[in-house]
């Protein structure tokens, strides 16, 4: 692997920590509050008055099952970090897999509908695209120079 390469997945893993944490802690914070405030936290270029209760028991249980998938989708990206930073393929790929397919259910029910503001959101967004470009850039180009023996 070149030092181009090593760079790369150092940077991608720093970005998924960083995304990691960032929704390991909305994901406790969303939990341990109230339904009005999980909602208005995730909703926020929403209008806050329209996001009140009272809601049904039911409403509560599905944000909250939200936060739990912010929780663990933040905590399984953190610790692929740690194995993405070591440059392992099966890494790189289950933490874009999580990562982004947890980012895509974002951008496309809450950043593209409006419901959110840019920050912090969509440059979530961003730093997810820009660790699995950058990590699949590694997976794409490593062995590129590799005899293959058969």
């Not at 720093?14 to 944490?21: A, D, F, M, T």
């Not at 909305?26 to 996001?51: C, H, K, N, Y």
């Not at 974002?106 to 959101?121: E, I, K, R, S």
Request: charged share 10%.
């Amino acid at each position: 692997m070149t030092g181009k390469q090593r760079l790369a997945l150092k940077v991608a893993a720093g970005l998924w920590v960083v995304w990691g944490l960032v929704h390991a802690v909305a994901g406790v914070m969303v939990m341990s509050g109230p339904v009005e405030g999980g909602f208005q936290a995730i909703a926020d270029a929403v209008d806050p008055s329209t996001l009140t209760g009272p809601f049904p028991d039911a409403v509560g249980g599905v944000l909250g099952q939200h936060a739990w998938n912010l929780l663990w989708f933040g905590v399984a990206t953190t610790i692929g970090a740690i194995f993405v930073w070591r440059g392992s393929a099966t890494a790189i790929w289950v933490t874009a897999m999580i990562g982004g397919l947890a980012d895509v259910g974002y951008l496309l029910f809450v950043d593209l509908a409006g419901f959110a503001n840019f920050v912090p959101g969509t440059v979530m967004t961003l730093i997810c695209a820009t660790a699995i470009l950058l990590s699949g850039w590694v997976l794409l180009t490593r062995d590129a120079g590799a005899v293959q023996m058969s």
